[in-house]
């Protein structure tokens, strides 16, 4: 049989081992503790601080505020119009409202083309019919003053092309014509467009009588 010292020899021993044990456990969960858990949290705070980003865009055109506009990182084109407010003249179906946006991105919000009225030629002719000889002259000079009107560019809804036959206009500047009416709106008077950039007195006196702003 063992002494009593023997039997005290071994309770320390199983008691060192059981230390030994629960070390190695509290290691173990230790290192679980770090691999799964700080890591989680971490793409947490990543992720909550993209979502505190914000980018900023710039509007202009057919709008009723035009300007910076800020909004989160992931957010669309209709955001943006939500904030500046279109006008009730601009082309929304020429933009795509479910585009994303990028920081730093223009934006231009175009115009509804202005309708053109029909010419009431076939009231003119009916007028001259039941009138006689005296009124068949005025169709006559009607349609000349039409004809002459029909010859004439309107520059607030001639495209590139129609623009680019113009005296003095190249390419160039009939995308600058149709960027400035994008971005001002349409011109009042014919005389406007010497605010273009590009576009002096001597290059609108060659076409001056070419160009009309009405229909």
């Given amino acids: 049989m063992m002494s009593n010292s023997e039997d005290y020899g ?23 503790a770090w691999k799964f858990i700080l890591p989680h949290n971490s793409a947490i705070m990543v992720e909550r601080a993209a979502e505190n980003r914000e980018i900023i865009v710039y509007v202009s055109g057919a709008v009723e505020k035009p300007g ?15 904030q500046v407010g279109p006008l009730p003249e601009a082309n929304i179906d020429q933009i795509n409202p479910a585009e994303k946006l990028k920081d730093g991105q223009k934006i231009i919000v175009p115009y509804k083309p202005v309708p053109q009225p029909q010419p009431a030629l076939a009231a003119a002719g009916s007028q001259g019919e039941s009138q006689g000889q005296t009124a068949t002259v005025t169709p006559n000079l009607s349609a000349g003053a039409a004809s002459g009107s029909s010859n004439l560019i309107n520059i607030n809804t001639a495209d590139a092309a129609e623009l680019d036959k113009l005296p003095g206009i190249g390419p160039a500047l009939a995308e600058r014509i149709i960027q400035y009416r994008m971005e001002h709106g349409l011109f009042l008077q014919p005389e406007d467009l010497k605010k273009v950039s590009g576009i002096g ?12 702003v009405g229909p």
Avoid: C, F, S
């Avoid at 059981?18 to 509290?26: A, P």
């Fill in 10 to 32: 071994v309770i320390l021993l199983e008691r060192k081992i059981r230390y030994l044990w629960w070390g190695v456990l509290g290691l173990l969960i230790v290192a679980a």
């Fill in 201 to 212: 007195n001597k290059t609108y006196a060659k076409m001056a009588d070419m160009v009309t």
């Fill in 68 to 82: 910076l506009v800020h909004l989160p990182v992931n957010a669309r084109l209709h955001d943006a119009l939500q």
